[in-house]
C-alpha cells in the first residue's frame, strides 16, 4: 500500500525509489493515513510558498531595487542575483512528474491542508522559500524589513490555520534592537516560535561580528525566554551556501555550506553559557539532519575538558547536557542519525519533517520513508520523533490533533 493517494503517472522514474518500503511489519502503530490509531505527525519543517511580488508590492522604495531578482544578460543568460549571494546562473529545468508538482504546491492553505493529509501529516511547522534570503545582506536595516513583510504576511495567510500550519516568524538577528521589537511584536499576534539566521551577521567568518554564544545579545535571549518561544536556526541562513562551482557543485554545496554551518549556533549556545542564564530557551537546528548530533556533542564535551584551560566560562552542565535539556535537531531522511538515537539518548531530541514541498523531502511519500528507516526504533522513540517532540517544542494540542485525524476517517468511511 501506497503512504500516499499520488496516481502512478505523477510518479516519475528518478522517483520510483520512493516508493520502496519493507512494511510495518511488527509495529503497534503505523505512519499511514488510514491508520486510525496513526502516529501523531507533526513535520518539523516545511516551507510556504511566498508570491513573487511579496517584498516588490511592499517594501519601502528606498530597499527595492536591492531585492533578489532574476537578470538577463545580452547573451540571453539568466542569472539569480541576491545581495549576500555570489551571482548564480540559472539553468532551464524540465521538471516532470512528481517534481514538477512539488514546483508547484505550497501557495494555498487549503490544498495544503490536503496535500499533507495524504502524506499523514497533523500539522506543521512552516518556513520561508523565497524569504530564505532576507537575510542574506551586511545591511542589518534590510534584512529587519524584510523580515517584517513576510511576517506580516505569513501571519495573514496561515493564522486562522495556526492549529495546524504555524508558520514561525523570521528575526533579523543582526538588527538588535529591532529584532527585540519584532519578538514582542510577533509573541503578541499569535507566533508558535521564530527563525533566526545561523550567524546574526551575514556573510564569511569575521572575528569582530557579534556572534550568540555573546552577552550582547542577552536583552534578545531575555525578550525571547519572556515570551516561551522556541527558536530555530534553518540550513542556508547566514552565509552564502553555493560556494563551490561546477564538478560536485550541488552535492559539495549542500554538504559543506548548508548542512554543516548549522552546527555553529548549536556551539554557540551550548558551549557559552547563554543556556546557563536563560535556561527557558528552547532551540533547534532544522533541515540539518541529525547523524552530526551525536558527534559534535561528543566533540564539544571533547573540547570543555581537553581545552578547559581555554574553555570559558565553566559551566554547570557539560555542553552535550545542554543540548539534551534544550536543544533539538530536524531531519526529512537520515538512517545513520535514527540508528545513533536510543544509543546516545537523543530520541528525545529529534524532529521528523517531510519538508513538504522540498525535492530533499519525503513528500508525498513519507510513509515508506518513516518504515523504511524507522523500523529498529521502540515504539516509544518513534512517536516522539514522529511526532511528540515537536508539539512539545511548539506546542500544539496532542487530543485535538488526534481527535481530527479519526474525525476525518470516520467521515470517509
Excluded at 549576500?84 to 508547484?104: N, V
Aim: proline share 7%.
Amino acid at each position: 500500500m501506497s503512504g500516499a493517494n499520488i496516481s502512478e503517472n505523477e510518479i516519475n522514474e528518478p522517483n520510483r525509489w520512493r516508493l520502496e518500503t519493507p512494511g510495518h511489519s511488527g509495529w503497534k502503530r503505523t505512519a499511514r493515513p488510514d491508520d486510525p490509531d496513526k502516529y501523531l505527525m507533526i513535520s518539523a519543517d516545511c516551507h510556504c510558498n511566498e508570491p513573487s511580488n511579496l517584498w516588490v508590492d511592499r517594501i519601502d522604495r528606498k530597499f527595492r531595487d536591492r531585492l533578489p531578482r532574476i537578470e538577463v544578460d545580452e547573451n540571453g543568460v539568466k542569472w539569480a542575483i541576491s545581495e549576500g549571494w555570489a551571482r548564480s546562473r540559472l539553468l532551464d529545468s524540465h521538471l516532470e512528474g512528481e517534481d514538477h508538482l512539488r514546483s508547484k504546491a505550497g501557495a494555498d492553505p487549503e490544498q495544503r491542508l490536503k496535500d499533507q493529509i495524504r502524506d499523514g501529516v497533523d500539522a506543521e511547522i512552516i518556513f520561508p522559500n523565497k524569504g530564505l534570503t532576507m537575510w542574506a545582506t551586511p545591511d542589518a536595516d534590510f534584512a529587519h524589513a524584510q523580515c517584517r513583510i513576510y511576517n506580516d504576511w505569513a501571519w495573514e495567510t496561515f493564522a486562522k490555520y495556526n492549529d495546524r500550519m504555524s508558520p514561525l516568524a523570521a528575526i533579523a538577528t543582526a538588527d538588535l534592537p529591532g529584532s527585540i521589537k519584532e519578538v514582542e511584536r510577533v509573541a503578541q499576534l499569535g507566533f508558535r516560535g521564530l527563525t533566526l539566521p545561523c550567524k546574526p551577521i551575514f556573510g564569511a567568518h569575521d572575528a569582530r561580528h557579534p556572534n550568540y554564544n555573546l552577552p550582547i545579545f542577552d536583552p534578545l535571549w531575555e525578550v525571547i525566554q519572556a515570551a516561551d518561544l522556541p527558536i530555530t536556526f534553518h540550513v542556508s541562513t547566514g552565509r552564502d551556501p553555493r560556494a563551490a562551482r561546477k564538478d560536485g557543485g550541488a552535492v559539495i554545496n549542500y554538504v559543506s555550506h548548508s548542512l554543516v554551518p548549522t552546527i555553529e549556533p548549536v556551539a554557540n549556545l551550548c558551549g557559552s553559557g547563554v543556556l546557563e542564564r536563560f535556561p527557558g530557551i528552547k532551540f533547534a537546528a532544522i533541515e540539518s539532519g541529525i547523524g552530526w548530533v551525536a558527534w559534535a556533542l561528543g566533540a564539544m564535551d571533547e573540547a570543555y575538558h581537553k581545552h578547559h584551560m581555554w574553555a570559558l566560562p565553566r559551566l554547570k552542565m557539560l555542553p552535550s547536557e545542554y543540548f539534551r535539556a534544550n536543544g533539538y535537531a530536524s531531519f526529512q531522511e537520515d538512517p545513520v542519525g535514527l540508528d545513533l538515537a536510543v544509543k546516545y539518548n537523543l530520541t528525545n531530541n529529534f524532529l521528523w519533517a517531510n519538508d513538504y514541498p522540498h525535492h530533499e523531502g519525503s513528500w508525498p511519500h513519507s510513509t515508506e520513508a518513516i518504515e523504511r528507516e524507522m523500523g529498529g526504533l521502540p515504539e516509544d522513540a518513534r512517536a516522539k520523533i514522529l511526532g511528540l517532540n515537536a508539539a512539545k517544542l511548539f506546542k500544539f494540542d496532542i487530543e485535538a490533533l488526534t481527535t481530527q485525524h479519526r474525525s476525518r476517517l470516520s467521515a470517509a468511511n
